[in-house]
């Protein structure tokens, strides 16, 4: 089971920034995948994730309306589209997926948002 994300860097308030989650060893039918971040002096939290065979999803409270998970099956990627970005929103982000107990995290992308 590996996660790679990619896709950060650095935008001005208000921007956008698409992240990504390429997953291998595994398939997205099977396994949700969480995306959170953590800020520099912070606790790593939650963001978003995608379900399996519905494909239902989770934004907490900090970024919905603003941030959109998806997933490209053929790809086998889960994307974060994030919209109307805040300094706030600095911090780097990582994918997650739990299965039989395990939590596999990717290796983090790293995303600025200047003001």
């Known amino acids: 089971v590996q996660l790679q994300a990619s896709g950060g860097g650095l935008v001005q308030s208000g921007g956008s920034l698409r992240v990504s989650c390429r997953a291998s060893g595994f398939s997205l039918d099977y396994y949700s995948i969480a995306w959170f971040r953590q800020a520099p002096g912070k606790e790593r939290e939650g963001v978003s994730c995608i379900g399996t065979s519905d494909g239902s999803t989770y934004y907490s409270d900090s970024v919905k309306g603003r941030f959109t998970i998806s997933r490209d099956r053929a790809e086998n990627t889960v994307y974060l589209r994030m919209n109307s970005l805040k300094p706030e929103d600095t911090a780097v982000y990582y994918c997650?997926?739990?299965?039989?107990?395990?939590?596999?995290w990717g290796q983090g992308t790293q995303v600025t948002v200047s003001s």
């Open positions: 997650n997926t739990q299965q039989r107990g395990t939590d596999y």
